[in-house]
């Protein structure tokens, strides 16, 4: 069986590269039966979305400024990301 901890490593890597058919349907299967990876895909999606957007400034201007990131936060979550990939 695909495991959890390749599935999450195969999410990561779609943020970054498309995957190979074989990648996808066998995230995708394994997408359907569990539910810890689904909510893991979905977090990590809207995270890279907001990262994304977060100079946008249709975005920025309907999110409120508490939720807005600073430039500080973004560096310091961008190294974190990078860090944990490169241990990973």
Do not use: K, Y
Not at 10 to 23: A, G, I, K, M, V
Not at 65 to 74: D, F, G, I, N, T
């Amino acid at each position: 069986m695909f495991s959890c901890h390749r599935a999450a490593r195969l999410t990561l890597e779609q943020l970054e590269r498309p995957l190979s058919n074989c990648e996808r349907l066998r995230r995708w299967a394994h997408l359907l039966i569990c539910s810890l990876c689904r909510r893991h895909n979905r977090q990590l999606r809207g995270l890279a979305f907001l990262l994304r957007c977060q100079d946008d400034t249709t975005l920025a201007s309907v999110m409120p400024p508490s939720a807005r990131l600073s430039p500080e936060a973004r560096s310091r979550i961008a190294a974190a990301v990078a860090d944990r990939m490169e241990s990973a």
